[in-house]
């Protein structure tokens, strides 16, 4: 695939070119969490909420109010195309046909809608907020997030001349290029791209997604773009987030129903999904808990999805939970997805593919170079392990800038869920700096489910 990103960029009118050219351009998890919105809590009233944790980039100082509200209006006019549907109802997805309902497709065919939405500045900063039932505000986080990325890097790319962004896309094609090479061959390979929601823009999604898939075979499990897995026909790959416990946790009146309410989610889950798509997202409110307290019958689930713990910490504190309720870790799935990048993904594929020797910690193993030392492990499955890679694939532009700038560099932007039938939705995470909710509220939480096991770690993005 062939794209010249910087003739593109200089002479296109941007104006004229929509963000978000399809209802599918989404991760494939929002689409399966929808249907079971629609099916469990289609009457909830849910409020969304974007935010900036990069304070110091201004956004709203980058581009105009006028150029956000185009590329919304235009998203709630988009409409599911008939070869849309029929995809998501005869593709295979997870080794299944059928896994969204007749009854849930027509409802997206003739009455699935986005809500109306609440835009404003203050200091700098964009607040834009969703209100309404939850089928028809959650579709927006992951539509809203690349708007205003890719609006940014169109305002940057913006201030570069022709021959800049020539220079601009070449160290970054260079650096793609490096991480894919260091991928190639490496035996049992599993990766995935994650990086919808902190894209640099959809085109370069898309030349990324082709690179991987063209480079690393089997090694390249899929995307989580529904639009560009049904576009190239690769896998979607993708089962569920934090939305639902906060929401369900939101809705108890008690605090014996809430600390249920995490292991609610799953009875549901599993009544509305099966097999491969039986992965837990225990760090809500946080990975140690959520373990202690888990029924036995969680232990058969497929895997479990490592977001804001430590990844070399979180896979083997699972690893030993499978242990002691009997289970053989080898036929279970740790998949990891919270700021990764290509050191990180092939120390942890040999961590978790081999058998440590010596006394060697997971602090010992965290390098590209440890896979490579024959001292330190033994080839030997411990656990299946698989990376879902986001930001630092689809948006890592960090010292491409020909002017030296890091005007390029990803932030952090996130769109999730604020409110629950007016009462404040609250997401503990196993990172302090992760939380999200009213301070009087975190602290409830904090009090109610412990801090077993969080950390304090910067964000990368």
């Not at 599993?190 to 898309?206: N, P």
């Not at 009875?267 to 039986?278: F, I, K, R």
């Not at 948006?395 to 404040?424: A, Q």
Request: proline share 4%; aromatic share 12%.
């Amino acid at each position: 695939m062939i794209v010249n990103f910087a003739e593109r960029a200089h002479n296109h009118n941007w104006e004229l070119d929509p963000v978000i050219r399809s209802l599918l351009d989404t991760d494939f998890y929002k689409l399966l969490m929808l249907q079971f919105i629609w099916k469990h809590h289609p009457k909830t009233q849910v409020s969304f909420s974007l935010f900036n944790r990069t304070s110091s980039v201004r956004l709203a100082d980058m581009f105009a109010t006028k150029e956000i509200i185009e590329q919304l209006e235009h998203v709630r006019k988009l409409r599911f195309r008939k070869s849309e549907l029929v995809w998501l109802a005869g593709n295979t997805f997870y080794g299944r046909r059928g896994i969204f309902e007749p009854a849930f497709l027509e409802w997206l065919e003739q009455d699935f809608r986005l809500s109306d939405y609440a835009l404003s500045v203050k200091d700098g900063q964009f607040h834009l907020s969703f209100d309404g039932y939850w089928p028809e505000t959650t579709m927006w986080e992951l539509y809203a997030l690349s708007i205003f990325d890719e609006l940014r890097t169109r305002a940057n790319m913006k201030k570069l001349s022709e021959f800049y962004l020539d220079i601009l896309y070449a160290r970054a094609k260079t650096k793609l290029w490096g991480k894919i090479e260091r991928l190639r061959g490496v035996p049992n390979l599993s990766v995935a791209d994650f990086g919808t929601r902190r894209r640099h823009s959809f085109l370069w999604q898309e030349y990324v997604v082709k690179a991987m898939a063209s480079n690393l075979g089997s090694g390249f499990i899929g995307t989580s773009n529904a639009f560009l897995a049904h576009k190239h026909d690769v896998e979607a790959i993708g089962t569920n987030a934090h939305e639902i416990p906060m929401v369900l946790a939101a809705l108890t009146n008690d605090d014996q129903a809430m600390k249920a309410s995490q292991y609610r989610v799953l009875e549901l889950w599993q009544n509305t999904y099966e097999g491969a798509l039986h992965i837990m997202l225990p760090d809500t409110f946080g990975t140690t808990q959520f373990l202690k307290g888990a029924p036995d019958w969680t232990a058969d689930w497929t895997g479990q999805r490592m977001d804001s713990k430590d990844p070399y910490v979180a896979g083997d504190e699972y690893i030993e939970w499978l242990k002691e309720r009997g289970r053989d870790p080898r036929d279970k799935l740790a998949i990891a997805s919270d700021a990764l990048d290509i050191d990180e993904i092939i120390g942890l594929h040999a961590y978790f593919g081999g058998t440590l020797r010596g006394g060697a910690s997971p602090q010992d193993f965290r390098s590209a170079a440890d896979f490579e030392d024959r001292q330190k492990w033994t080839p030997g499955r411990r656990i299946r392990f698989s990376a879902g890679w986001g930001t630092l694939l689809t948006n890592d532009f960090r010292g491409c800038d020909p002017k030296g700038s890091s005007e390029f560099d990803p932030i952090s932007l996130i769109c999730k869920v604020s409110e629950v039938e007016g009462r404040p939705a609250v997401k503990l995470s196993d990172n302090y700096a992760k939380a999200l909710g009213p301070d009087s509220e975190v602290e409830r939480y904090r009090r109610l489910f412990g801090t077993a096991g969080m950390t304090n770690v910067p964000l990368v993005a």
